[in-house]
């Protein structure tokens, strides 16, 4: 037989191959061998060991889709070939900025495998063409970004084949952990199962052996660029305030909190978590979520401008990576500028209308100029897409907080608390509300959930303390002032209210100990010089009282009240002249003020220059008609002899207050002397 016969027959068996397959629909293989016989394609086509990534599979649903490419994983798995665990295979579309449905490019599938440590991407479809299923599959060559291998079959269309369709596409299914060498239990041994077993660790919050895991990955395969990339975002969830971790890791949600002062020990992790992000730029330096990833560890450092430079950069390489815009706009609202900040998070909403955080960070940046009424209004909208977002509960009710709204601001707070109980910043302003409210039982409760979610947080213990000495209860506030004290031995404000609750309880001994401690921490602080001195007045200790006074005053000398107090003093030591000075600085304060005036006259009186004192008198009656001015204006006539307008003055005072005997007896004195 001849090389023309030969092809002649060839092509006949195939084109009768070809219209069997497309008539009728039992004729084909079944769904379960067109999966082995791709599976032993592959791997013959592949060495023993190499890693493979299922990147997508189409059919007529999703539970179909998982279905198969569950048994082709268990098939190549039995084949000797590794599978990245499909659980990862969302959070790596997310890295990508890829679609889920659909197919999947050469080149996409070439990013997949490259992210996932695989050496081939396989991609699949089930069509129902005619009443007939068409089952392919492509292996895509991860290092060549080409196809590698073809499988076309056609499956039965039959009524089994219908009926199992029609099961699976009922039953309720998730992507689990791959089955088949599980990542967690499996003793990992290529760069791929480390890898794949990390992101199983991150997930679960386990970031020190997620940490381990990479750092293997990366030994094995030190072009890995997730590898880097994972321990990175890893090290910088170890270090951060993390409220939230993504479904296989697929992200971190974290508090950017620029009130906390950082370790030095944290600081050197963050360092770690950069070299590692730049590390995996260096690699795939295309990667727009890298750049984001970076600059939000920049962000946590409080280096800003280097973290605005990486965001610029996610965004000049995909002008739609929505999160790179979110987290600019979170490092604007830092720096102060919320205009700017509403601007990304607006771009980031027209990106992309459901994500959530962006609507809820605007709210934050409108609550931040105080624009409450937008606030809500953003944060309002953010529940609308996620109702079991607990932060926008918090966000919102603080909004209504600032507003003096409490009691809206509490129903948002216990919302939050009902969706995460741990959320320690929502009992704490939670408590703030009830005390504004007059409610100091629930505040005090509020504040002690605090205290044992947190131990060591030294402002739930002042909250605390400040509502029981509100209450009364001075010995439990001066408890939990000294707590705090003893986790912030420098918390000024905690020494100062000791020092009150000791007033209350009258040991001027301790308050002066704490006050002596205040002036220690904070040397210009008029006030607690004045509430020394007070301390020491009430001790009778005039001297030191009068020297903090006078500290007082030479640091805010336009406060009269530190003028009266030292006036206080200088009256227990008869110190007419300190009287007079002190009294005269509260005219040149208060020109108007007729007590001062009169005051000051008493003064010059017990220095018997009464003609200084009758002009006080004078001065204070022209403010204000009062019977003591006339009175003792009518004393100092009296001293001078000059008895006439004596009885003028207290004839005046008498008829201002007729009941007083005093002035009576003194009239009757002038009266007898004239």
């Given at each position: 037989m ?24 039992g ?45 082709l ?14 659980q ?27 992210f ?27 290092e ?6 073809v ?26 952990s791959?089955?088949?060498g ?34 293997q990955?990366?030994k ?6 997730s ?14 305030e ?40 260096r ?6 979520a ?6 939000d ?11 605005i ?45 459901s ?31 996620d ?27 216990n ?33 002690t ?71 220690r921490?904070?040397?210009?602080n008029?006030?607690?010089y ?37 006036i ?21 304060l208060?020109?108007?003020?007729a007590?001062?005036?009169?005051r ?54 008498i ?9 009576k ?10």
């Open positions: 001849n090389r023309k016969v030969i092809a002649i027959i060839i092509t006949a068996f195939v084109l009768l191959f070809i219209t069997c397959a497309s008539t009728g629909g004729t084909g293989l079944s769904l379960m061998d067109a999966i082995e016989q791709t599976a032993v394609k592959i791997a013959e086509d592949l060495p023993k060991g190499s890693r493979v990534a299922i990147a997508a599979f189409e059919s007529s649903n999703t539970n179909l889709s998982n279905y198969v490419m569950e048994e994983t268990g098939a190549l798995f039995d084949r000797g070939i590794e599978v990245a665990d499909r990862n295979l969302e959070y790596v579309y997310k890295e990508l900025n890829l679609q889920m449905s659909g197919d999947v490019s050469d080149e996409s599938a070439k990013s997949i495998g490259k996932l440590g695989a050496s081939t991407v396989i991609t699949g479809q089930l069509i129902d063409i005619s009443g007939a299923y068409r089952y392919r599959t492509s292996a895509v060559s991860v060549e970004a080409a196809r590698s291998s499988t076309r079959l056609n499956v039965k269309n039959d009524k089994e084949t219908q009926r199992m369709v029609v099961a699976i596409a009922k039953q309720q299914t998730a992507v689990k791959a089955k088949y599980d990542s967690q239990n499996k003793t990992p041994d290529t760069a791929g199962t480390f890898l794949d077993r990390g992101i199983l660790l991150a997930s679960q919050g386990e970031f020190a052996l997620a940490i381990e895991d990479f750092t990955a990366i094995l395969n030190p072009s890995l660029s590898a880097y990339l994972l321990r990175g975002r890893a090290k910088f969830a170890s270090v951060a993390v409220l939230s971790i993504g479904e296989n890791f697929k992200g971190v949600g974290t508090n950017v909190n620029t009130g906390r002062q950082l370790k030095k020990e944290e600081q050197q992790v963050y360092e770690q978590a950069i070299a590692d992000f730049t590390e995996a730029i690699l795939d330096g295309n990667n727009s890298i750049y984001v990833e970076r600059g560890a920049y962000t946590d450092k409080r280096d800003y401008d280097k973290a430079a990486d965001y610029n950069q996610a965004i000049r390489l995909n002008p739609r990576n929505s999160r790179a815009y979110i987290s600019r706009g979170i490092v604007y609202n830092e720096k102060g500028d919320n205009d700017k900040a509403i601007s990304d998070y607006s771009q980031a909403i027209r990106i992309d209308p994500k959530e955080s962006a609507y809820n960070n605007r709210g934050n940046a409108y609550k931040a100029k105080g624009d409450y009424d937008r606030a809500i209004a953003d944060y309002s909208q953010a529940i609308k897409l109702t079991n977002y607990a932060y926008a509960y918090d966000a919102r009710g603080n909004a209504y907080f600032n507003k003096g709204d409490y009691d809206k601001a509490i129903a948002d707070y919302q939050a608390i009902r969706l995460n109980p741990n959320y320690k910043s929502t009992y704490e302003f939670r408590g703030h509300a009830y005390f504004n409210k007059g409610d100091y039982d629930k505040a005090i409760t509020d504040y959930q605090l205290i044992r979610l947190d131990p060591n947080n030294a402002n739930a213990y002042y909250c605390r303390g400040y509502v029981y000495a509100n209450k009364g209860e001075n010995d439990k506030a001066i408890s939990d002032y000294t707590q705090v004290i003893r986790l912030d031995p420098n918390n000024i404000d905690a020494f100062y209210n000791r020092g009150i609750s000791y007033i209350n309880k009258g040991d001027n001994d301790k308050a002066i100990i704490d006050y002596t401690q205040v002036i921490l904070d040397p210009n008029a006030d607690i004045s509430r020394r001195g007070l301390s020491y007045l009430d001790k009778k200790d005039f001297d030191r009282a009068i020297a903090d006074f006078a500290q007082a005053i030479r640091l805010n000398p336009n406060e009269g009240i530190y003028y009266s107090y030292r206080n003093a200088y009256s227990e030591k008869k110190n007419f002249d300190g009287l007079i000075a002190d009294y005269t600085q509260l005219i040149r208060y020109p108007n003020d007590v001062c005036y009169f000051r006259g008493n003064a010059y009186s017990g220095k018997k220059d009464y003609d200084r004192a009758i002009a006080d008198y004078t001065q204070a009656i022209q403010f204000y008609s009062h019977a003591d001015y006339y009175f003792f204006r009518g004393n100092a006539y009296f001293e001078k002899k000059d008895y006439a307008r004596a009885i003028t003055d207290y004839t005046k005072a008829q201002l207050d007729p009941t007083n005997s005093t002035y007896q003194k009239l009757e004195n002038a009266r007898q002397k004239q």
